[in-house]
């Protein structure tokens, strides 16, 4: 369950920084400059350097303190650098999670309001009669409304793209199909799917024993940006010198082997991926089909309209 705390924060954290709400200094968050935004922070939310009963018990983890009797102020004052090491690698990506404890001081750090986690915790329980995942898209996407024009329009886009796709997909269906009973013994990885293939056909590229469920499941989205939040639970992705590559299953990723795909979560759906952009790319090419074809039709018009007048005049002279 602590993993719907951390990326709720990492949510907000990143939301802030699209929307440029985030304190400059915390733009770039080295390990100097996160001792420095705490300490800055501190003294504008605490006029007398006296921090709530609830902020004191995310400083009292974070340093292993006693609460009680501890001015917090001065204890970040003579902390090291090193400190913020772990919460810094978390939030330049070089580790996927991250001790509670920093994830507590980062909300604490973006005025995060359903700090600590016993808070985040306690809603979650009073929201028990809904469904689970109902309420984490309520936690994760509520500041993300979509304007109901916006519905309107993307909808509008979608529509042209399906029509104009669906050859295209028909016939990627009609390839899956044709795997469902290969002839061959292996299968080895193209491009963005497994080909089913004869174990000494070819020697030039990786080949693996046949595993149906692998071949006929495991598939690379090669368009993330058209993934939604409906897509929690049903994608994975890799994240290989920071390079993240989207997936349709679970399991290793089939070039680099040593790396196994994890469940892509709201966090980095949002910050990898846009559906906004995708809808914006088909609504650009919707338009532009719709105009060919407004413009073809009036050209039909005006020559229907000359070749009945040339009937006319033909038909007088007669």
């Given at each position: 369950m602590t993993e719907y705390y951390q990326d709720a924060v990492l949510l907000a954290y990143a939301e802030k920084e699209q929307n440029g709400e985030l304190p400059k200094i915390l733009t770039k968050p080295t390990t100097t400059r996160l001792r420095k935004a705490c300490l800055e922070i501190y003294k504008e939310r605490y006029n007398d350097l006296k921090c709530s009963d609830k902020d004191a018990d995310i400083f009292s983890s974070f340093f292993d303190r006693d609460k009680l009797g501890t001015d917090f102020y001065q204890v970040l004052d003579k902390?090291?650098?090193?400190?913020?090491?772990?919460?810094?690698?978390?939030?330049?990506?070089?580790?996927?999670?991250?001790?509670?404890?920093?994830?507590?001081?980062?909300?604490?750090?973006?005025?995060?309001?359903?700090?600590?986690?016993?808070?985040?915790?306690?809603?979650?329980?009073?929201?028990?009669?809904?469904?689970?995942?109902?309420?984490?898209?309520?936690?994760?996407?509520?500041?993300?409304?979509?304007?109901?024009?916006?519905?309107?329009?993307?909808?509008?886009?979608?529509?042209?793209?399906?029509?104009?796709?669906?050859?295209?997909?028909?016939?990627?269906?009609?390839?899956?199909?044709?795997?469902?009973?290969?002839?061959?013994?292996?299968?080895?990885?193209?491009?963005?799917?497994?080909?089913?293939?004869?174990?000494?056909?070819?020697?030039?590229?990786?080949?693996?024993?046949?595993?149906?469920?692998?071949?006929n499941r495991l598939k690379k989205i090669t368009t993330p940006d058209t993934l939604t939040k409906a897509d929690l639970g049903k994608v994975w992705y890799s994240n290989i010198k920071g390079n993240r590559e989207f997936f349709t299953d679970s399991g290793m990723h089939p070039v680099d082997t040593a790396k196994r795909l994890r469940p892509v979560t709201p966090y980095i759906l949002m910050k990898y991926t846009s559906n906004y952009r995708y809808l914006l790319i088909r609504l650009v090419w919707g338009i532009g089909i719709v105009s060919v074809i407004i413009f073809l039709v009036v050209l039909i018009k005006k020559e229907l309209r000359r070749n009945k007048r040339l009937d006319k005049v033909r038909s007088a002279a007669s």
């Open positions: 902390s090291d650098p090193d400190d913020f090491k772990a919460l810094s690698n978390h939030l330049n990506e070089k580790t996927e999670s991250t001790d509670e404890k920093n994830t507590e001081l980062l909300a604490w750090l973006i005025d995060f309001k359903h700090r600590p986690s016993k808070v985040f915790y306690e809603e979650l329980k009073k929201k028990k009669n809904e469904s689970k995942w109902r309420f984490e898209w309520e936690i994760f996407f509520a500041k993300f409304p979509i304007p109901i024009n916006k519905i309107f329009i993307a909808s509008i886009a979608v529509l042209l793209a399906g029509l104009i796709i669906s050859p295209f997909w028909e016939r990627r269906a009609e390839s899956i199909g044709n795997k469902l009973l290969p002839t061959g013994k292996c299968m080895y990885w193209k491009e963005d799917h497994y080909e089913p293939i004869d174990c000494q056909k070819r020697s030039d590229i990786p080949v693996i024993s046949l595993n149906m469920q692998v071949l």
